[in-house]
């Protein structure tokens, strides 16, 4: 799937539901760097920034860890990360950790 093709009102959705689920667990700073991002159409930084956030502060979970794997392989941050040259391999081994 290239960028075009891209659902980003879906991703927009998927990104704020993780945040939802998550937010009362989370720094305020860390909820307003990704609705920060969300708000300027960042959308892989913003998943990104959400995700370590998670990894650091051990959120991810058997509930939502599937849903994170899903998003970053669409948004193509397996390939290419944002943040953290070391981001996907952050992410797929807390996979290894649950």
């Avoid at 689920?21 to 969300?38: C, K, P, R």
């Avoid at 860890?65 to 070391?86: P, Y």
């Amino acid at each position: 799937m290239s960028k075009a093709e891209i659902d980003w009102i879906e991703i927009v959705a998927r990104i704020s539901k993780i945040l939802e689920e998550t937010e009362n667990l989370l720094s305020a700073e860390a909820i307003g760097f990704v609705q920060d991002y969300l708000f300027h159409d960042e959308y892989e930084i913003a998943f990104e920034g959400l995700c370590l956030e998670l990894i650091e502060q051990d959120l991810l979970t058997t509930s939502n860890i599937g849903e994170c794997l899903e998003l970053a392989q669409e948004l193509r941050l397996n390939e290419e990360s944002v943040l953290k040259d070391d981001f996907w391999t952050r992410l797929t081994a807390h996979v290894v950790h649950q």
